[in-house]
Nanobody, 128 residues
Framework: VQLQASGGGLVQAGGSLRLSCAAS????????MGWFRQAPGKEREFVAA????????YYADSVKGRFTISRDNAKNTVYLQMNSLKPEDTAVYHC??????????????????????WGQGTLVTVSS
């Protein structure tokens, strides 16, 4: 399984970015997907997750109301729309694929051990 994240960049505070994660090598539509991020000197943390069907989503409190996770199973791609970005959102963002098929994400899928495939990450830098 390969996950390719893209869409990161430099943006001013208050701006927006949309990250994409293209998946290959497994039946993408059977698995929940998640986004995590890792800031310099910090541990990787959960951002958002979406169920295999797209019917349920789950967000970290720090991004709720600002970020939206979605997926297009026909394109084997999961997205993270990030609005009202803050300097503290600066991090490398990683997408990840759930270990088991057909799981919901409410609540759950917020722990690293629940995912078995990871993308290489895309850097998001938010300037103040």
């Amino acid at each position: 399984v390969q996950l390719q994240a893209s869409g990161g960049g430099l943006v001013q505070a208050g701006g927006s970015l949309r990250l994409s994660c293209a998946a290959s090598g497994r039946t993408f539509s059977n698995y929940a997907m998640g986004w995590f991020r890792q800031a310099p000197g910090k541990e990787r943390e959960f951002v958002a997750a979406i169920s295999w069907s797209g019917g349920s989503t789950y967000y970290a409190d720090s991004v709720k109301g600002r970020f939206t996770i979605s997926r297009d199973n026909a394109k084997n791609t999961v997205y993270l729309q990030m609005n009202s970005l803050k300097p503290e959102d600066t991090a490398v963002y990683h997408c990840a694929a759930d270990k088991f098929p057909h799981r919901t994400v409410v609540p759950g899928r917020r722990y690293l051990y629940e995912y078995d495939y990871w993308g290489q990450g895309t850097l998001v830098t938010v300037s103040s």
